[in-house]
């Protein structure tokens, strides 16, 4: 079965401090994993694939198949990441599988 | 690039009564739109997958007839929530994945509109 799955509901960090946001998965071929986020009040946006393989605002992520994890790491977390972050699998007919996402707090 | 537009943002209709959402990707073509419900800092739930030109596929447990999607153009779906209950209440979100990307899964997402049935 297809899913992706976020253990934490909610994180909590101070300022400056590093964060991880967790996701693994569960797909039978090669996977394609993204980050969304979502700001308070504002759409969901793409932050960042793992066939880019880049760093965005700070934040990485690496494929690790043989964990089946894409976390989401930024060594020094701040106020303005507050949000939530959903992690997405590709599937299908383009289809997304999304997990039940992390709501991020970073507090002063 | 790559904007998409919900219309409306919000409404509120009575219990009974028939909403369009529409979902137009403003400056490109999209082959394939999708439609969610998203609750309250939840995930988002995929309704339905929506292919111009052709009937919309839609997910295990979802009414097809009481949630009624178009894709009558490459820039255009619709959804209609038919005989609206106060359980359909709910934020409904539609993405578009761009034309000529069919070995990718990136889809750009709309603002949302918030449904609310009394």
């Known amino acids: 079965a297809q899913r992706v799955t976020q253990p934490e509901k909610l994180l909590s960090v101070f300022k400056g401090a590093p964060v991880e946001l967790k996701c693994n998965y569960s797909y039978s071929g090669s996977p394609e994993l993204f980050w969304y986020v979502q700001y308070s009040r504002q759409r969901l946006q793409l932050l960042l694939r793992h066939i880019s393989r880049e760093s965005i605002k700070g934040f990485t992520a690496d494929l690790n198949k043989g964990e089946t994890s894409f976390h989401l790491k930024k060594p020094f977390a701040q106020e303005e990441d507050s949000a939530m972050y959903y992690c997405a699998l590709g599937s299908q007919g383009g289809k997304l599988i999304f997990g039940q996402g992390t709501e991020l707090s970073v507090k002063p | 690039g790559a904007v998409v537009s919900q219309h409306p943002s919000w409404v509120i209709c009575k219990s009974g009564t028939s909403v369009k959402i529409e979902c137009r990707s403003l400056d490109f073509q999209a082959t394939t739109m999708f439609w969610y419900r998203q609750f309250p800092k939840q995930s988002l739930m995929l309704m339905a997958t929506?292919?111009?030109?052709?009937?919309?596929?839609?997910e295990q447990g979802v009414e097809k007839d009481k949630f009624l999607i178009n894709h009558a153009s490459l820039t255009l779906s619709t959804l209609t929530v038919t005989s609206a209950h106060p359980e359909d209440s709910s934020f409904y979100i539609c993405s578009a994945r761009r034309a000529g990307t069919s070995g990718r899964n990136e889809q750009f997402f709309g603002p949302g509109t918030r449904l609310t049935v009394l």
């Open positions: 929506s292919n111009e030109g052709s009937k919309a596929t839609y």
